[in-house]
Each structure stands twice: as structure tokens, then as C-alpha cells.
């Protein structure tokens, strides 16, 4: 038992990468759980709008409770209620209040649950606060978007982008090098054809049955959980195929630098796992510690969450939707890129080297 103890650890120290995983995992879970798991949203962005915008804007300064947790956007008499509800679908703002005459009237985001859940309870007291008080203007709360704050309204969109980062990643990753493990991987650098050609040739299968998983999936959330689609089909095209180059990118990447299945699945499981927590979709982005949220930002999952979301549930349009694009494509084509450059070099014929050479 004693030379079998000792031989499993001289393996484990040959295998850094397994070493590095049974290190950096826990590590990872760590940080993420403690900095990352909170449901409860604190801060609010907030737009003003209606005939008394600015006694609604000074109500909420004078609230302490309302103070310490809304931050206003904008405070502008000339805008109506529906320039307010423009501003959640545009996501400019979490709340929108409309102030008219004796009326108030706040607009919560349902597409963003946690907030809404939050911001639902903080207005229902403030509510509660101003009936005791006769000369208080009325306060009526109002949640668009997913009024009955569905968790599988919001679910379902993130779920889809969860789906095409598994086929995108881990099925990639691990098909590609099996292709290697059986050697014809290297075969494909003595046809003659480019480096984007072959891998380009390779994955569009990938592509292709990711793309039906996602109208399946999609189909089926719809049908099944009643989740609506009120926004455009072709911006949820676009934002859907220019995540799935990025995510199959980063499956082409892992499988450049693994000799083995073992090796892909360890190294995409690393990537998979923080798409899956930081990207907003279980845990909201606003209630992460600065730090955590910025590796966030750096996930592509994170901005096709913000797409699907905004495209099914609230109508979001290209203008509302420019930004999580852009960041996108810029992704698809920075990782694709060195997806390409990467994997060529990886199936290459080593150069031989020239005689007379450095000794």
C-alpha cells in the first residue's frame, strides 16, 4: 500500500495540470462564493421623469432610506411616462418614476429580477410610510417586463447562452483532440489550404448544432414556460452567432494546447465555471464584490445574457443593444484570431533546424 501511496503522488506531481487544478479550483470556488453568492441588490440607478420630477427627485433626497440606495440618472419635467419605460428597456436605469400631479408612479425592471425583487421591497415600505401621511402624494408600483418575477423568464434566455458556452467549449475541445490523439489532426497542415480554411471547415458542424440546440431550446423555453420574445429575431441572431464564434474560439484554444481529453475537459471545465457564476446569470452582477465583478465583465456569456434578456423580455433594439455587441465581436474576433494562429502552430511540422545552428 505504501509504494502504490507514494507512486499516485509522484503522478500527481508529473501531472501539473491536475496539481494546478486541485489547487487553483478550490481557490476559484472560493473567491467566487465568498465575494460573488449574494441574491441581494443594494443600489439602484434611477430615472426621474414627469411634471414633478423635481419634488419627486427632492422627496427621494429628503428619504433617507430611499437616498442611501438610489442613485439618479436623470431628472427631467419634460419627459413622459413612457420616455421613463424607454429608459428600462434602453437599460439606462433599474427604476423608472414618473411623478404627476398628487400621482407617483414607479417602474421596476422584471428582466432584472434581483433588483426588481430588491427595489420591490424598498418601495412597498416607502409605500406603506407615505399612506400615513394625508398630504403625501399616492405611490403605485408598477413591474414591467416579467410582472410576476418568473425566475424562468430570466432563466431561460441565460440558459440558452449557457448551452451554446458547453457545445462551444467542452464538445469543441474534446473533438478536436481526439482528432489529435488518433493523429490526423496533423494531417490537416499538408493540405493545401489555409490555416482559417481547415479550422473554419472543423468546427462549422459545431456551429451548426449549436445553432439548433439554441432555436430548440429557445422554442421550447417559450412553449413550455410561457418566457415571451417581444424584441427583434435578427438581433438575437446577431449576438447569438457572434458569441458562438467566441465561445468556440475559446474551445479551439483549449484544444491547441491539450494532448489529451483528459487535459481539454479539465481546462474547459476552468473556463466553464466562472462563465457560469459571474456572468449574472444566477448570481446579479450589481450585488458582486468590484473586484469579482470585473472578471465578469471579461466573460463572453456575460454580455449574450444581457442580449438575450434584453431582446426576449424587453424588446431591447440594436440602438439599446449596441454596446454588449460591439464587446461581442471584438471578442469573437480577438479569440477566434488566436484561436487560428495558435492551433496552425500547434499541427505544424516542427522547422528542422539548420546545420552549423547555436550549439
Not at 509522484?10 to 495540470?17: A, F, G, T, V
Not at 441581494?40 to 427632492?58: L, Q, R
Not at 456551429?207 to 431550446?217: E, G, H, K, Q
Not at 484554444?253 to 474547459?268: C, K, M, W
Amino acid at each position: 500500500m505504501r509504494a502504490v501511496f507514494i507512486k499516485e503522488f509522484q503522478e500527481l506531481r508529473r501531472d501539473r495540470r491536475t496539481l494546478g487544478m486541485l489547487v487553483v479550483l478550490p481557490l476559484l470556488l472560493l473567491i467566487i462564493f465568498g465575494y460573488a453568492a449574494n441574491f441581494t441588490v443594494d443600489e439602484f440607478s434611477v430615472v426621474v421623469v414627469g411634471a414633478d420630477a423635481e419634488a419627486a427627485a427632492d422627496l427621494i433626497d429628503e428619504n433617507e432610506e430611499l437616498a442611501d440606495h438610489l442613485t439618479l440618472v436623470s431628472v427631467d419635467a419634460d419627459e413622459t411616462a413612457a420616455d421613463g419605460q424607454q429608459a428600462l428597456v434602453d437599460n439606462v436605469a433599474d427604476i423608472a418614476i414618473v411623478a404627476d400631479a398628487d400621482q407617483i408612479t414607479v417602474y421596476l425592471d422584471g428582466s432584472n429580477l434581483f433588483a426588481a425583487q430588491s427595489s420591490l421591497v424598498l418601495f412597498t415600505q416607502v409605500q406603506q410610510q407615505l399612506v400615513q401621511n394625508p398630504q403625501a402624494p399616492a405611490v403605485d408600483i408598477e413591474v414591467l417586463f416579467n410582472p410576476d418575477l418568473k425566475t424562468s423568464w430570466v432563466m431561460i434566455p441565460a440558459i440558452i447562452g449557457l448551452i451554446l458556452t458547453f457545445i462551444g467549449t467542452i464538445i469543441t475541445s474534446i473533438g478536436l483532440v481526439r482528432e489529435r490523439e488518433s493523429g490526423t489532426l496533423e494531417q490537416l497542415a499538408v493540405m493545401p489550404l489555409s490555416a482559417t480554411a481547415v479550422i473554419l471547415g472543423k468546427i462549422m458542424p459545431y456551429f451548426l448544432l449549436a445553432s439548433f440546440d439554441m432555436v430548440l431550446i429557445a422554442t421550447l423555453g417559450i412553449w413550455l414556460f410561457g418566457v415571451p420574445f417581444v424584441g427583434s429575431v435578427w438581433v438575437f441572431i446577431v449576438g447569438a452567432a457572434l458569441f458562438l464564434f467566441a465561445v468556440l474560439g475559446i474551445g479551439v484554444l483549449i484544444s491547441s494546447v491539450s494532448q489529451t481529453s483528459g487535459q481539454a475537459i479539465q481546462l474547459a471545465m476552468m473556463t466553464l465555471l466562472p462563465q457560469i457564476l459571474l456572468s449574472g446569470m444566477i448570481f446579479p452582477l450589481d450585488a458582486m464584490a468590484a473586484g469579482v465583478r470585473w472578471i465578469g465583465y471579461l466573460l463572453p456569456l456575460t454580455y449574450f445574457t444581457m442580449v438575450s434578456q434584453g431582446v426576449m423580455l424587453r424588446g431591447a433594439s440594436w440602438d439599446a443593444l449596441w454596446l454588449p455587441l460591439t464587446i461581442l465581436a471584438v471578442m469573437a474576433v480577438v479569440i477566434f484570431g488566436l484561436a487560428v494562429v495558435r492551433l496552425h502552430a500547434s499541427i505544424s511540422p516542427a522547422k528542422p533546424r539548420l546545420h552549423g545552428a547555436r550549439r
